[in-house]
């Protein structure tokens, strides 16, 4: 019985990795291997990377520069994710030594989020802009460390973090990417650590979004990939307050398999 339940979600999987997708233009993609293999394979991945790091390179360093001219939207993000990490910190005994902040920007969340709950912090972004801005904007002594690298690369300090949050920024990853970076920073957690993602998702179907680089996943494929990179989801609830037009953001508090 053991057996077939595995056959059937590693089968669920692979269908679900068929499911069709589209970009801003109207193209329509009948997988998500095809739309990397026509965004990707063809140019090479780090074109991929290049364009998305520019992009946000010539933003401003400004909370709607970041958030995509909605800055209406920090308010409900930082009490909504407060209140996630609460719940960790409560329900599954969440410590608040240490954290890592993966694609920080210049540290909104950081400064707004994580500084009033964390002793220690660290940041990583692939845009070096950002990474020399954070320490005057995020202006706490708590700040230690500003990796500029991108996740597709980054690989932290082992068994150095209670927490590692990762937010609005694994859109930006190759699902091949994506999976290899929560394996390797699932090494970065402490015994007993917990990383939280927060990320836009769909209901179905996947899409591309060429003027910043990014891809909205499903939100079932989103947590399949979580699960196959040796995460087991303990925690999920959406984001609340947002405007009816913006896609539906979910927040996954996670510990290793």
């Known amino acids: 019985m053991q057996t077939a339940l595995k056959r059937y979600a ?42 998305g790091n ?30 996630f990490l609460h719940k ?14 993966c694609g920080a920007g210049f540290g909104r ?9 964390f002793s220690s912090i660290d940041i990583v972004d692939q845009c070096a802009k950002y990474m020399d801005a954070a320490p005057s904007y995020v202006d706490s002594p708590k700040l ?4 500029a690298e991108g996740l ?21 990853l190759t699902d091949k990417d994506l999976k290899s970076f929560l394996e390797r920073i699932k090494v970065g957690l402490k015994q007993g650590g917990l990383l939280a993602i927060k990320e836009n998702t769909k209901k179905s179907g996947f899409m591309l979004h060429r003027e910043d680089w990014s891809v909205t996943r499903p ?5 399949s ?15 609340t307050n947002f405007p009816s037009d913006t896609f539906k953001v979910k927040m996954f508090g996670c510990v290793p398999s």
Request: charged share 30%.
């Open 10 to 51: 590693r089968n669920f999987r692979l269908m679900e990795k068929k499911v069709f997708g589209y970009d801003g233009s109207g193209k329509v993609f009948q997988s998500i291997e095809e739309m990397w293999q026509n965004e990707c394979e063809s140019i090479g991945e780090e074109w991929w990377y290049n364009m």
């Open 54 to 83: 520019q992009y946000w390179a010539e933003r401003e360093l400004t909370i709607s520069g970041i958030l995509g001219d909605l800055p209406e939207c920090h308010i409900p993000d930082i009490s909504d994710s407060r209140k």
């Open 88 to 101: 960790l910190a409560r329900d599954h005994n969440l410590q608040k030594n240490t954290v890592l902040d």
């Open 109 to 117: 969340v950081t400064k707004y989020l994580l500084v009033p709950e």
């Open 144 to 147: 230690k460390n500003c990796f």
């Open 152 to 172: 597709q690369t980054f690989a932290p300090e082992e068994g150095k973090y209670d927490c590692i949050w990762v937010q609005w920024v694994l859109s930006h």
């Open 219 to 223: 939100e079932h494929y989103l947590k």
């Open 225 to 239: 990939i979580i699960e196959e990179s040796g995460f087991r989801v303990v925690e999920e609830a959406y984001q």
